[in-house]
T-cell receptor
Framework: KQEVTQIPAALSVPEGENLVLNCSFT??????LQWFRQDPGKGLTSLLL?????REQTSGRLNASLDKSSGRSTLYIAASQPGDSATYLC???????????FGKGTLLTVNP | GAGVSQSPSNKVTEKGKDVELRCDPI?????LYWYRQSLGQGLEFLIY????????KSGLPSDRFSAERTGGSVSTLTIQRTQQEDSAVYLC???????????????FGPGTRLTVT
């Protein structure tokens, strides 16, 4: 059974700091990995999707990396802003079951 | 263009009643997913529809839960004889094609918050 773990569960940083969110998964036979953002009371917004053949994806201040063999992904946020405050979720597709399996998320607070 | 929409946004129901939740996916998206997000439980996959293929119902927690997708577009999730543990936010998502394809990015609706009293 695929399990996805996100560390830390919560993170508070001052505005302008660069930060890294971590995601690990137990079954490396995945098709892809996605990072999502969830604002309170809202649905999820897909930030980046990395196919299993890729090593990283970039969008603006966000960079996500994937090391499939070690079952790890990181989301790097550069020059954080208060508007980045949200819960960030990592999800993998594939592995022993063909479902999108989510981690429990990292709650990020960027203080002005 | 319009994103994924869900209705109602909030639903309060009494234990034992049936409820129907609706999802309108993005036009042209062949794949549709339902998830449940419970406090402290994270996001849980419920069911997946791909085109006209038989749905993957492996995530449905009990036979009180069912879903259908009419005409390859709108989907309804039905919960019969609701229980308090069914209280959660039910999220719908759609993607251009299958989860393993190049158009696999999932777009989520705002969710329906279900409270069973």
């Amino acid at each position: 059974k695929q399990e996805v773990t996100q560390i830390p569960a919560a993170l508070s940083v001052p505005e302008g700091e660069n930060l890294v969110l971590n995601c690990s998964f137990t079954d490396s036979a995945i098709y892809n990995l996605q990072w999502f953002r969830q604002d309170p009371g809202k649905g999820l917004t897909s930030l980046l999707l990395i196919q299993s053949s890729q090593r990283e994806q970039t969008s603006g201040r966000l960079n996500a990396s994937l090391d499939k063999s070690s079952g790890r992904s990181t989301l790097y946020i550069a020059a954080s802003q208060p508007g980045d405050s949200a819960t960030y979720l990592c999800a993998v597709y594939g592995g022993s079951n063909y479902k999108l399996t989510f981690g429990k998320g990292t709650l990020l607070t960027v203080n002005p | 263009g319009a994103g994924v929409s869900q209705s109602p946004s909030n639903k309060v129901t009494e234990k034992g009643k049936d409820v129907e939740l609706r999802c309108d996916p993005i036009s042209g998206h062949t794949a549709l997913y339902w998830y449940r997000q419970s406090l402290g439980q994270g996001l849980e996959f419920l069911i997946y529809f791909q085109g006209n293929s038989a749905p993957d119902k492996s995530g449905l927690p009990s036979d009180r839960f069912s879903a259908e997708r009419t005409g390859g577009s709108v989907s309804t999730l039905t919960i019969q004889r609701t229980q308090q543990e069914d209280s959660a936010v039910y999220l719908c998502a759609s993607s251009l094609n299958s989860p393993s394809g190049s158009g696999s990015k999932q777009y989520f609706g705002p969710g329906t918050r279900l409270t069973v009293t």
